[in-house]
């Protein structure tokens, strides 16, 4: 797994490095630069090792990177890229570790009542505040923390950084989804030991609740907790990219976002190295906590060997013609039994009508309003909504209703398409790669754990900064990785169905594995394929908000929810009205579709089925 890790840092590298030699733009002031000699400018990219030959700087960074030198910053001048990412390091750490403490903390306090007091009001309580956890933004989170309890309550100062107070507001706002992550997976690992024999008899013994609680069933619950501390660092690693910008602190994420409106590659570089160094050293002790675990289970496995498996071992069925009288009901698809179990699901539901709403006014609002995502009215600038301006107007007078139902059909089509190439790509990847194994799956493999190395969000950034922004762009940008996670889930559920008999009777039919993928295979792993379907859609909403709220998504006239976001929460001080609207869309998109999802999950999974 080292030999492994340390390719993957090469191959990250690499690119990084070529894609970085190919963006447009200067890291050097243009203006400054020009009225500069040609021997002054000789001497600064002589400084800089500019002028050596693409091949030679590729080599003189590889060498000197494994000495520990990364290169000098083009924007903080004569300091080395090493110096100035551990300079910020500390306020990144501090309020990164803050964050891991309070979402374990409170999740696993929430998550612990939910499942003792299962179906009770604490528990609906507790699922709402997951719910509105991973739905809401934290970038969104962030902005309305600094308003209400920093600027309009004074309880928290923001906007400086002066010691530990200033990192109280930024660690609860990226806490927010570690605590609804905790909670909803302790609360689920808890209600499956609660159901365990051992738990019975405990109380059976005359042990109070609370002693049965504490020492057998959170005992046993929160050993698989760890193992998502992996994916709470890496989405608090890429939420600081955010928060950091917002309360104005000195950490990494705020240092890469500037430095990527700077241009200042080496920074750049060093950054990405960092974060792809550190995503994967966290893989690599997650995957060791599965270890132990994972080699229990190899113990039980059937192995078959398939040079046993012939024709005479299969044989047709032979059914009486009485006995087809037995057949008490018409055959039911599994998605037709996945329809009558979601319609009893009331939250999804209506979690399902809200998004049908949500469609139809993004599509038609516009259509039928007399005003143009366009238009501007200098009278009304800045208007507070009204009967003629129902969400208000924006700082050119342009009719916020029409904005936002717009940015939700551009945000809305984003997302579906993205979520369609990672479908496509995805289940396809994922189907061969198991089916085929041995040497094809490995290097499939291989190839997805170059993808995974660095973050996905901060794969899209690098991938913006290369081309001019647009929609097809930002699409092309969330399809890169956007398919790896949908990957490795089909390959999974394929792995543990290629070895069953219905699978193993088509190759001993000779059926080819271009059938035996399309109609064996991925037709029995439709549920994980809807699941994250549904999963992935909110997830590209995110990232595409999240591009244009730091400035390097869709940009104005443009109006996408994040485009909106970012113009409400500069003037958020004056004017809230320009954010709420707007962050209320995007909150009730996430929301319906995480409830959306949850409900699907349910009604698809094999053991709901009565």
């Known amino acids: 797994r080292l030999g492994y890790i340390l390719v993957t840092l ?64 083009f924007t903080y001048v004569n300091q080395d890229v090493s110096k100035v990412i551990t300079g910020r390091l500390g306020p990144s750490a501090l309020i990164g570790i803050q964050a891991v403490l309070i979402g374990l903390a409170i999740g696993l306090i929430l998550g612990i009542l939910a499942a003792w007091k299962h179906n009770s009001g604490i528990d609906y309580f507790t699922m709402i505040l997951a719910v509105l956890g991973v739905s809401v933004p934290n970038f ?47 609360r689920t690992e808890m209600l499956d030991v609660l159901d365990q024999d051992y738990i019975v008899t405990a109380r059976a013994k005359g042990l109070s609740q609370m002693k049965v609680l504490m020492r057998h069933a959170v005992r046993n619950s929160i050993l698989p907790v760890v193992t998502i501390l992996g994916p709470i660092v890496v989405n608090l690693m890429t939420g600081s990219l955010a928060v950091e910008n917002i309360f104005s602190i000195p950490g990494i994420g705020s240092l890469f976002v500037d430095c990527i409106k700077a241009n200042d590659y080496p920074v750049i570089m060093g950054i990405t190295i960092f974060y792809a160094a550190f995503y994967m050293l966290i893989v690599l002790l997650v995957d ?199 990957a490795r889930l089909v390959r999974a559920e394929i792995l543990k169905l290629k070895n069953q008999e219905f699978v193993l009777a088509s190759q001993v039919l000779g059926t080819s594995k271009f059938n035996i993928i399309m109609k064996d295979l991925i037709p029995n792993t439709v549920s994980v394929i809807v699941i994250n379907v549904m999963f992935t859609i909110p997830s590209a909403i995110f990232t595409e908000a999240f591009l244009s709220f730091i400035g390097i998504g869709l940009a104005e006239p443009q109006a996408s929810l994040g485009v909106l976001i970012n113009g409400g929460y500069q003037v958020l001080r004056m004017y809230p009205h320009v954010l709420i609207f707007p962050a209320i869309v995007i909150v009730l998109i996430m929301v319906c579709f995480s409830i959306l999802g949850d409900g699907l999950r349910d009604a698809l999974d094999p053991q709901m089925r009565k």
């Open 140 to 186: 969104v989170a962030a902005a309305l923390l600094q308003y209400y309890i920093g600027l309009k309550w004074g309880v928290l100062p923001v906007g400086f950084w002066t010691g530990w107070n200033c990192s109280v507001l930024p660690s609860i706002a990226l806490s927010f989804s570690a605590t609804a992550m905790v909670a909803r997976f302790m």
């Open 288 to 486: 060791l906590a599965y270890s132990e675990n994972s080699s229990c289970q190899r113990k039980g496995e059937l192995i078959v060997d398939k040079s046993k498996i012939d024709r005479s071992m299969y044989q047709k069925a032979k059914v009486e013609a009485s006995e087809k009288e037995h057949i008490a009901a018409p055959a039911s698809t599994m998605l037709a039994d996945a329809w009558i179990r979601l319609k009893k699901n009331k939250a999804a539901v209506v979690a399902l009508f809200i998004l049908i709403g949500i469609i139809l006014l993004a599509i038609f609002a516009p259509i039928f309003s007399k005003y143009s995502f366009r238009d501007t009215d200098y009278n009304n600038v800045y208007g507070l909504p009204s009967a003629a301006h129902i969400f208000g107007a924006d700082q050119f007078g342009r009719d916020l209703w029409v904005r936002t139902w717009m940015g939700t059909r551009i945000s809305l089509m984003i997302a579906l398409v993205a979520a369609i190439l990672d479908l496509v790509v995805g289940v396809l990847y994922g189907a061969v790669s198991a089916l085929f194994g041995g040497k094809v799956d490995a290097v499939m493999q291989r190839i997805i754990e170059v993808l995974v190395g660095i973050p996905s969000l901060i794969i899209v950034i690098l991938f913006l900064m290369a081309f001019p922004a647009g929609v097809g762009t930002i699409i092309a940008a969330l399809s890169i990785t956007g398919w790896v996670n949908m």
């Open 10 to 73: 090469w191959v990250i590298v690499t690119c990084t490095f070529f894609m970085m030699k190919n963006l447009p733009g200067t890291p050097f002031d243009a203006e400054r630069f020009s009225i500069m000699t040609p021997q002054q400018q000789e001497r600064v990219l002589e400084m800089y090792g500019l002028n050596d030959s693409l091949p030679m700087q590729y080599v003189k960074y590889i060498k000197n990177m494994l000495k520990g030198d990364l290169g000098t910053s």
